[in-house]
């Protein structure tokens, strides 16, 4: 195994151009402790749901109990007359909003596209069927228990099997092309001596269950709406609700200073955010309406189930032939949400000239789903994963071995070059930390005692996005720097990173930089979705520290006997607060003296960066990465215990190695859940989630995780972005369930293709 590493490692050397990246500043780089920790901690963060306006009132939804049919009516006199409502709005007296569907990124991405409280037709359980507004919350509460909707009911459909004559194969997704083929796949399985694999792999519906409940405040001023929103798209909801209400977007202050938590399910717009809205333009009045632990499973969205059909072929060396990888996935009446499966892992993963990915969509009567951590890569890694290490026992092979041996130097799927890839180190590095050399490969061969011991590993791999955004700077006589943008810190540590960026930028101190976000006045930036947050507002912040330089050389040119003068503003750089000639830092000028130079209170400049640009559409980027991990089995009670985990990722720059292998390990153990664990079942008659709490939704806590490893390989990206970052969010979940099913696999020698992988499945 380590000499095929060595014999293709050479190969590295033609992943990107021979291009320094900058080297990292004072700040960039370092683990700094997050700058809003001590806010957190103490409880002076405020959320969205925290914001106190005055005169605020609580609104209530009343959701449906069916999951498909038609209101006949609504019954509200008892609730009306209970004690502190102040008003009950139902499709019969609100006005409609405009449609949600479709629209330019500013505009937002609505949850649903049909708006709330649009009409009687019920599309499934849970729908939003009236609000209840009262002074009080506990009022609130009580009066819409009190709310009789009566149904004319149809029969819904809930299962994929049922949903089978509504299949179609969509062109597009998010405007990408959907569907893949590259030779003859089906030839390449049925050649003679080719080695086969073929299994169906099936995951379940998942429920994001942030610590923070989603939520919104809204409030008018005449025609001018603001909302305290807990969302990962401030700019979104500003566009969202602009488009929603038939105002202008500047007529839509949205605020958001902090998430707790979000996985996707505040990325895009909700109903529960429009209601908000209706209700205080009703009633004249602020209005909170927070969704409920049980709403969440209903009113968010959800990581919706797959059947992954999956054919893999080989030659007896190992080299892959054929690879086909069919996806089946529902969605909702109220939008058409595609999890991407196989075009977001098996048509890129490995080096393979035949390969067919078939996507399928349904409909299920069935609230919608949405993205979740890592949408398509998540369920598609396991799928893959799952599904290789299953022809390496085939092979006889280590399933590291068959990895490299299927290494692709370019991606498979449109052929451009890797900006910059570094698996072969993820996995030489992993197998080193973790031992695997000391792995016995045949199945129930380790123990520990009594203990049956597993050992798995799996790829990961995730998108390196760069999206439109921009940033603010103004530099202040005092020396300090306010840097401004209206992105989204998750918890993540957006206010940490960027404030890192600033301080390198600018030359300064981070401790003089203040760095805000969450306000939809800032410059826009995008959603905090798709791991594009590094990559893209970091930029952003770079190409204004670029424009507030020029401000100040134009600025140090004007001084008589500058020690500037004669030199262009790319001849200079920001030192320790100063204006320098970067051929001899001696010779410059304090940023402060230019400051109150030029008779302003401040020097600002602000730059915009886009989506891409000429170098970037030459090249494939991705993070990757390795994970290994090692479970423990008891025979006699087969409850799994992920008991060590390694983990080796390429993000390009590290911005901040705390925050970012927090993120990693957030992933990983979100991946053990979601193999072990996750799994939101619904009651088959009505259509209503049966475990809507965080008593029946398990998910893993202190006591189900083992030691995890965190390490970081690679050199910054040389084509994504000047830092050469990419984001960290969501390549730790990407293959981290296929790494346990395949170590289940190892210890027991039950290969569980339906995941979650529960004691009765050991049985």
Same mark, same amino acid.
């Given at each position: 195994?380590? %000499?095929l590493?060595q014999?293709?490692?050479?190969?590295?050397? $033609?992943?990107?151009?021979?291009?320094?990246a900058?080297a990292?500043?004072?700040?960039?780089?370092t683990?700094?402790?997050?700058v809003?920790?001590r806010? +957190?901690?103490t409880g002076k963060a405020?959320?969205?749901?925290e914001?106190r306006?005055k005169g605020?009132?609580?609104?209530?939804a009343?959701?449906s109990?069916?999951a498909?049919g038609? =209101?006949t009516s609504i019954?509200?006199?008892?609730?009306r007359?209970a004690p502190?409502?102040l008003?009950?709005l139902?499709h019969?007296?609100?006005p409609k909003?405009?449609t949600?569907?479709g629209?330019?990124p500013?505009?937002?991405h609505?949850g649903?596209?049909l708006?709330?409280?649009s009409?009687?037709? #019920?599309?499934f359980?849970g729908q939003?069927?009236?609000l209840?507004?009262a002074?009080k919350?506990?009022?609130?509460?009580?009066?819409a228990a009190l709310?009789r909707v009566?149904y004319r009911?149809e029969?819904?459909?809930?299962q994929?099997?049922?949903?089978e004559? $509504?299949?179609?194969?969509?062109?597009?997704? &998010?405007g990408?092309e959907?569907?893949?083929?590259?030779?003859?796949?089906?030839?390449a399985?049925?050649?003679?001596g080719a080695?086969?694999?073929?299994a169906?792999?099936?995951?379940?519906v998942e429920t994001?269950n942030?610590?923070e409940l989603?939520a919104?405040?809204a409030?008018?001023?005449?025609?001018k709406?603001?909302v305290?929103?807990a969302t990962?798209?401030?700019?979104?909801?500003?566009?969202s609700?602009a488009?929603?209400?038939?105002?202008?977007?500047?007529?839509v202050?949205v605020?958001?200073?902090?998430v707790g938590?979000g996985?996707?399910?505040?990325g895009s717009?909700?109903?529960?955010t429009f209601a908000?809205a209706?209700?205080a333009?009703?009633? +004249?009045?602020?209005?909170?309406l927070v969704?409920?632990?049980?709403q969440?499973?209903?009113?968010?969205g959800?990581?919706?189930p797959?059947i992954q059909? #999956?054919?893999?072929?080989?030659?007896r060396?190992?080299?892959?032939t054929a690879?086909?990888?069919?996806?089946?996935s529902?969605?909702?009446?109220?939008t058409?949400?595609?999890?991407?499966?196989g +075009?977001?892992s098996?048509?890129?993963?490995?080096?393979?000239?035949?390969?067919? =990915?078939?996507?399928?969509l349904?409909?299920v009567?069935?609230?919608?789903?949405?993205f979740?951590?890592a949408p398509?890569e998540?369920?598609?890694c396991?799928?893959i994963?799952?599904?290789?290490d299953?022809?390496?026992?085939?092979?006889?092979?280590?399933p590291?071995?068959?990895?490299?041996?299927n290494?692709?130097?370019?991606?498979p799927?449109?052929g451009?070059p890797w900006?910059?890839?570094r698996?072969m180190?993820?996995?030489?590095m992993?197998?080193?930390?973790f031992g695997?050399?000391?792995?016995n490969?045949?199945?129930g061969?380790?123990?520990?005692g009594?203990?049956?011991? /597993?050992w798995g590993?799996?790829?990961a791999?995730?998108?390196?996005?760069r999206?439109?955004?921009?940033?603010?700077i103004?530099?202040?006589?005092?020396g300090r720097?306010?840097?401004?943008?209206?992105?989204?810190?998750?918890?993540?540590?957006?206010?940490t990173v960027f404030t890192q960026v600033s %301080?390198?930028?600018?030359?300064?101190p981070?401790?003089?930089?203040?760095?805000?976000?969450g306000?939809?006045?800032?410059?826009?930036a995008p959603?905090?979705? /798709?791991s @594009?947050s590094?990559?893209?507002?970091?930029?952003a912040?770079?190409?204004?520290?670029?424009?507030? +330089?020029?401000?100040l050389?134009?600025?140090?040119?004007?001084?008589?006997?500058?020690?500037? $003068?004669?030199l262009a503003?790319?001849q200079?750089?920001?030192?320790?607060?100063r204006?320098?000639?970067?051929s001899?830092?001696?010779?410059g000028v304090?940023?402060?003296?230019? =400051?109150?130079?030029?008779?302003?209170e401040? !020097?600002?400049?602000?730059?915009?960066v886009? &989506?891409?640009?000429?170098k970037?559409r030459?090249? $494939? =980027?991705?993070?990757?990465?390795?994970h290994?991990?090692?479970?423990?089995?008891?025979?006699?009670l087969?409850r799994v215990?992920?008991?060590?985990? !390694?983990?080796?990722?390429?993000i390009?720059?590290?911005?901040?190695?705390?925050?970012s292998?927090?993120q990693?390990?957030?992933?990983v153990t979100?991946?053990?859940?979601? %193999?072990?664990?996750?799994?939101?079942?619904?009651d088959?008659?009505t259509?209503?989630?049966?475990?809507? @709490?965080?008593?029946d939704y398990?998910?893993p806590?202190n006591?189900?995780?083992?030691s995890?490893?965190?390490h970081?390989?690679?050199?910054p990206d040389?084509?994504?972005?000047?830092?050469?970052?990419?984001?960290?969010?969501?390549?730790?979940?990407?293959g981290?369930?296929a790494?346990v099913a395949n170590?289940?696999?190892?210890a027991?020698g039950?290969r569980?293709?339906?995941l979650?992988?529960?004691?009765d499945?050991?049985?």
């Amino acid at each position: 195994m380590n %000499a095929l590493i060595q014999e293709k490692a050479p190969s590295e050397s $033609s992943e990107g151009p021979a291009k320094a990246a900058p080297a990292p500043g004072k700040s960039v780089g370092t683990p700094i402790d997050r700058v809003d920790g001590r806010l +957190k901690i103490t409880g002076k963060a405020r959320y969205a749901a925290e914001f106190r306006p005055k005169g605020l009132v609580h609104c209530v939804a009343v959701q449906s109990t069916i999951a498909k049919g038609t =209101i006949t009516s609504i019954d509200w006199a008892a609730a009306r007359s209970a004690p502190g409502v102040l008003a009950i709005l139902t499709h019969e007296n609100t006005p409609k909003l405009k449609t949600l569907k479709g629209g330019d990124p500013s505009s937002g991405h609505a949850g649903e596209d049909l708006p709330a409280l649009s009409g009687a037709e #019920i599309h499934f359980a849970g729908q939003y069927v009236a609000l209840v507004v009262a002074e009080k919350l506990e009022q609130a509460r009580r009066a819409a228990a009190l709310v009789r909707v009566s149904y004319r009911e149809e029969k819904p459909v809930l299962q994929i099997a049922e949903a089978e004559p $509504s299949a179609t194969y969509p062109k597009q997704n &998010l405007g990408r092309e959907l569907q893949h083929k590259r030779g003859d796949a089906a030839a390449a399985l049925q050649a003679p001596g080719a080695v086969v694999h073929q299994a169906t792999y099936t995951t379940p519906v998942e429920t994001h269950n942030p610590m923070e409940l989603s939520a919104t405040i809204a409030e008018w001023q005449g025609k001018k709406l603001t909302v305290w929103d807990a969302t990962q798209a401030v700019i979104g909801s500003k566009g969202s609700l602009a488009k929603a209400f038939g105002i202008s977007k500047e007529d839509v202050h949205v605020i958001c200073p902090y998430v707790g938590g979000g996985f996707g399910c505040k990325g895009s717009q909700w109903p529960h955010t429009f209601a908000a809205a209706m209700a205080a333009s009703a009633v +004249k009045r602020p209005v909170s309406l927070v969704v409920s632990r049980s709403q969440m499973f209903t009113s968010v969205g959800h990581r919706p189930p797959t059947i992954q059909k #999956i054919a893999l072929a080989a030659d007896r060396s190992g080299k892959l032939t054929a690879i086909r990888h069919e996806s089946t996935s529902p969605t909702s009446p109220v939008t058409d949400y595609i999890e991407p499966c196989g +075009k977001n892992s098996s048509a890129m993963l490995y080096a393979c000239e035949n390969a067919d =990915i078939p996507q399928r969509l349904v409909r299920v009567n069935v609230a919608a789903p949405t993205f979740m951590r890592a949408p398509g890569e998540t369920p598609g890694c396991y799928a893959i994963e799952s599904a290789m290490d299953e022809l390496a026992v085939a092979l006889e092979m280590d399933p590291i071995e068959l990895r490299l041996q299927n290494y692709a130097d370019v991606n498979p799927s449109d052929g451009k070059p890797w900006s910059s890839k570094r698996l072969m180190e993820c996995y030489t590095m992993g197998t080193e930390r973790f031992g695997w050399k000391d792995r016995n490969p045949k199945p129930g061969s380790m123990r520990e005692g009594d203990l049956l011991v /597993g050992w798995g590993m799996a790829t990961a791999v995730y998108p390196g996005y760069r999206w439109p955004a921009s940033a603010v700077i103004r530099w202040t006589p005092d020396g300090r720097a306010r840097v401004r943008a209206a992105t989204q810190d998750l918890g993540t540590g957006a206010y940490t990173v960027f404030t890192q960026v600033s %301080a390198d930028a600018l030359g300064l101190p981070a401790d003089r930089i203040l760095f805000e976000l969450g306000d939809s006045e800032f410059p826009e930036a995008p959603v905090s979705g /798709g791991s @594009n947050s590094s990559a893209s507002v970091s930029e952003a912040i770079i190409q204004a520290a670029v424009e507030i +330089k020029k401000k100040l050389a134009e600025i140090a040119a004007k001084g008589p006997g500058s020690a500037l $003068s004669g030199l262009a503003p790319e001849q200079l750089v920001f030192s320790d607060g100063r204006l320098v000639a970067a051929s001899d830092p001696s010779r410059g000028v304090a940023v402060t003296d230019l =400051i109150r130079q030029s008779g302003e209170e401040a !020097v600002e400049a602000t730059a915009s960066v886009k &989506l891409e640009d000429e170098k970037t559409r030459k090249f $494939s =980027i991705h993070s990757f990465g390795a994970h290994f991990c090692e479970v423990k089995i008891d025979p006699l009670l087969p409850r799994v215990q992920a008991t060590r985990w !390694v983990s080796v990722m390429n993000i390009g720059r590290v911005l901040n190695p705390k925050t970012s292998r927090s993120q990693v390990l957030g992933g990983v153990t979100m991946g053990i859940g979601m %193999a072990l664990m996750e799994h939101t079942v619904y009651d088959e008659r009505t259509g209503r989630p049966v475990t809507e @709490n965080l008593a029946d939704y398990l998910v893993p806590v202190n006591a189900d995780i083992g030691s995890i490893e965190v390490h970081f390989v690679g050199e910054p990206d040389p084509v994504i972005n000047t830092l050469g970052c990419r984001g960290v969010g969501e390549i730790g979940i990407t293959g981290a369930a296929a790494a346990v099913a395949n170590a289940v696999y190892h210890a027991t020698g039950k290969r569980i293709r339906d995941l979650p992988i529960t004691p009765d499945k050991l049985l």
